[in-house]
Every structure is written in structure tokens, then in C-alpha cells.
């Protein structure tokens, strides 16, 4: 009793009471914020791994940003990256930091589906297709379920079936060999169904953008519901929306 009364008190309460309001301390890199400093801007673009950074004005897409913090070591003085974690949205632009912009990242109430607020507001079922991921981004939706972060409470649960499910979460950069997989899953979903892209390389590619072996069809013919970034995307960044 007394060793497990000593491993309780060393971790503290585990239980996060409120998602939103959580605090994340560092190394935990999340939103980045650009100073207006000048800088060499070619050699800063060339930094990034995955072209997330444009320049006149400086701009990160956190859409394809690997939070690989690159940016920041190099130009410290110019791009730090904050602790916030509300990063979600569901406008693919409001994903683009630009220089000087130090406001969170906004969901847009206009643009939410109707049958969304109407059918979704108290229980939301989905089914998780991994898409050729790296298993971080599958990882961390599987945090969202335990003690710490609790996201049933919310009514939102994964399911087994897409015939069960309200929507789709996809993670991964779809590979080829996943293409008619992710298309078969999306079709069994009954109507009307959401799609929430999980992680860098759902939105992007991430490091793979451009590879011959993807095949991103899938996300041309539909509507996207939801963008949540990180490379993977902390549980509590998944778990706010």
C-alpha cells in the first residue's frame, strides 16, 4: 500500500478534469509563432524537410510542419514554437501561421455541416482507418481513450465497423495499397458521415508528399470535416475539437 501511495503521489492525479484548459509544458512544440525579425528567408525555406515554410511574408503550414523544431534551432530568433495545443480546425487555410499572427487556431461556425450540430452534438461513433501511417498518429488516438484523457466522457468512441460509425478518421499519407481499402471503408459508413484527417501526413503527405507509392484520390472527391495536425497530434489536440 505504502510503494503504491508513494507512486500516486510521484505522478500526481492523472485524471485531466478539463481538456480545454490543460497546460503543456516543453518540449512539447505547438503552434509557432513568427517574429518579425529579418532573416535570410531562402535559407530558412530551405530548412524545412517538408516545404511547410513559404516566405514574403514568412508562413507556416502546419498542414505539412513535422514539428521537427528545425526551424526554430536554426532561427531562433525568428520562429519559437508556443505550447498551444489547440490546433484543429476545420478550414484548411486557417492551418497557415503567418508573420506576426499570435491568435490560436479558430474553428470556423459557418462552415460546420448542419446535419453535423443537428445529429453529432451529444455522440459522435467513428471508425479509424490507418492509411499507410507510422502507427504515432494511431498511437496517440488510442491515448485519447485512457484514464488521463478520457474522450468517451465527450460521447465520442471508435468503433469496429464503419457500419457502426458516423464518420471516418484517417491517418497516414494513403498509400497506394490502401487507396481502394480507405474507399471501401468510407462507402460501408452510413450517410451523413464526416472525414477528420489525423496527423501531418493525413493532411499533407508530410515527408512523403509527392511519392509515387500515394495515391490521395480519395480526398479530392469529398469534403473534409476536420484537420488535425501534428506529426503525431497530442491527444489533447485530438480530444479538443
Do not use: W
Request: aromatic share 8%; charged share 20%.
Amino acid at each position: 500500500m505504502i510503494k503504491t501511495l508513494k507512486i500516486l503521489y510521484h505522478q500526481g492525479r492523472q485524471f485531466i478534469p478539463d481538456l480545454s484548459n490543460a497546460l503543456l509544458k516543453p518540449p512539447f512544440r505547438g503552434r509557432p509563432f513568427i517574429n518579425s525579425v529579418k532573416i535570410n528567408d531562402t535559407e530558412l525555406e530551405m530548412t524545412c524537410p517538408t516545404g511547410a515554410i513559404s516566405t514574403n511574408p514568412v508562413r507556416i503550414d502546419i498542414g505539412k510542419c513535422s514539428f521537427c523544431g528545425e526551424c526554430a534551432l536554426k532561427f531562433p530568433n525568428k520562429i519559437s514554437f508556443t505550447t498551444d495545443y489547440k490546433l484543429a480546425t476545420n478550414k484548411r487555410e486557417n492551418l497557415i501561421i503567418c508573420e506576426g499572427d499570435d491568435y490560436p487556431v479558430r474553428l470556423d461556425n459557418d462552415s460546420i455541416k448542419r446535419e453535423i450540430k443537428q445529429l453529432f452534438k451529444s455522440s459522435l461513433k467513428l471508425r479509424q482507418v490507418s492509411a499507410g501511417g507510422d502507427n504515432s498518429a494511431e498511437l496517440e488516438l488510442n491515448a485519447t481513450g485512457n484514464v488521463n484523457f478520457d474522450i468517451g466522457r465527450f460521447g465520442i468512441e471508435f468503433v469496429a465497423s464503419p457500419r457502426h460509425a458516423d464518420g471516418i478518421v484517417i491517418t497516414g499519407p494513403i498509400t497506394s495499397n490502401m487507396s481502394k481499402a480507405l474507399q471501401i471503408c468510407y462507402d460501408a459508413i452510413p450517410s451523413p458521415k464526416i472525414i477528420i484527417l489525423c496527423g501531418t501526413e493525413a493532411i499533407s503527405g508530410g515527408i512523403f508528399a509527392g511519392s509515387n507509392e500515394l495515391d490521395r484520390q480519395f480526398l479530392d472527391k469529398y469534403p473534409i470535416d476536420l484537420y488535425i495536425p501534428g506529426n503525431p497530434p497530442h491527444p489533447l489536440t485530438i480530444g479538443e475539437f
